[in-house]
């Protein structure tokens, strides 16, 4: 299956990995980390405005594949602090609507430049087809 590159300008990838990729409408996007695109440095705040980032970025990428956050089906979220479940999860739940994607949240012992959560997803095509096109 070949496999695309999602370019997602202001957004770049800070190392050598795609933001996204997809395969043949299958949409896998790079952890987002709370980068503001234009500085390129980590957003101020606390949890809740670094997830808050995280959710604009992921938009971003999902958005230059034709996909937004309803495609989602699987979501993983890494925590440098376990204690920031709850405010992380408060603003997941503003920007995920049921059904819910499949999630795993993850306590690591730190995220790159310090960040304080980072989350990736997996969507799929808005096509009815999608699930047929794989085999």
Do not use: C
């Not at 957004?11 to 409408?25: E, R, T």
Request: hydrophobic share 45%; charged share 20%.
């Amino acid at each position: 299956m070949p496999k695309q590159a999602i370019e997602a300008p202001p957004l770049k990838a800070v190392g050598p990995y795609s933001l996204g990729v997809d395969v043949d409408g299958l949409v896998l996007v790079s952890g987002q980390i709370p980068l503001d695109p234009v500085t390129g440095k980590l957003v101020s705040g606390d949890i809740k405005a670094q997830t808050e980032q995280v959710f604009a970025n992921l938009r971003t990428v999902l958005a230059a594949a034709g996909r937004d956050l309803s495609d989602v089906v699987k979501a993983t979220v890494f925590l440098a602090d376990m204690g920031d479940f709850a405010a992380m999860n408060e603003v997941y739940a503003k920007h995920m609507s049921p059904p819910y994607p499949a999630r795993s949240t993850i306590g690591v012992a730190a995220l790159p430049l310090g960040a304080r959560v980072e989350i990736e997803v997996i969507a799929v095509a808005k096509s009815d087809d999608w699930p047929t096109r794989l085999t």
